[in-house]
């Protein structure tokens, strides 16, 4: 059996400079995963010729011998995210549609009391600007923290001392569910 695993513990933070307000686009980077766990493992199922199970039985050695099962987990906090506000709020005269420069104002809690997959965030708790850029920060939202898991199991035939058949069976996405408990650290 073999085991391994390894944490990541990160903060990237990032700084718009060319924007009209760059104080308020001081904030963490929209790749920033401050927490990352993978842990993965190889087993070797002890059945078949050599090993300590069905050693003996040739019948068994070749049906249920030379068994590999693998596994990969992965956990991690969710990722930050931007709200935006459409249209030339601020007056500047913008006419670039794709580009949306202005935040909305924050004028409530923008965490909702019990958080769903549905509502991550309070959406009352924001408000269109009104010739201004918003006093809501970049990226201050997160989206909310994945897990992971993937499973296979491989099967070798030996032809001869020197050709083997492989089966291969791969199971991605296994246990994929979203946490929809905050990471606090």
């Given at each position: 059996m073999v085991c391994g695993g390894k944490w990541l513990w990160s903060g990237r933070i990032f700084i718009l400079t060319k924007l009209l307000r760059p104080n308020g686009s001081?904030?963490?980077?929209?790749?920033?995963?401050p927490h990352f766990l993978s842990m993965s493992g190889i087993w070797?199922?002890?059945?078949?010729?050599?090993?300590?199970y069905f050693n003996q039985h040739a019948i068994a050695s070749r049906l249920l011998g030379?068994?590999?099962?693998?596994g990969v987990v992965q956990l991690r906090s969710g990722q930050p995210y931007n709200l935006a506000v459409s249209g030339d709020?601020?007056?500047?005269?913008?006419?670039?549609?794709?580009?949306?420069?202005a935040r909305p104002n924050l004028v409530g809690n923008p965490q909702p009391s019990h958080p769903t997959a549905k509502q991550w965030f309070n959406p009352a708790a924001f408000a269109v600007p009104?010739?201004?850029?918003?006093?809501?920060?970049r990226n201050v939202l997160r989206t909310p923290s994945v897990a992971d898991a993937d499973f296979?199991?491989?099967?070798?035939?030996?032809v001869t001392e020197s050709k083997v058949i492989s089966f291969r069976a791969e199971f991605f996405n296994v246990s994929?569910?979203?946490?929809?408990v905050r990471l606090i650290v």
């Open positions: 001081r904030s963490v980077s929209s790749y920033d995963i070797e199922l002890p059945f078949g010729k050599g090993k300590k030379n068994w590999q099962m693998n709020v601020a007056n500047i005269g913008n006419s670039v549609p794709w580009w949306n420069y009104s010739f201004s850029y918003g006093n809501f920060g296979s199991v491989f099967k070798n035939f030996l994929t569910f979203k946490i929809t």
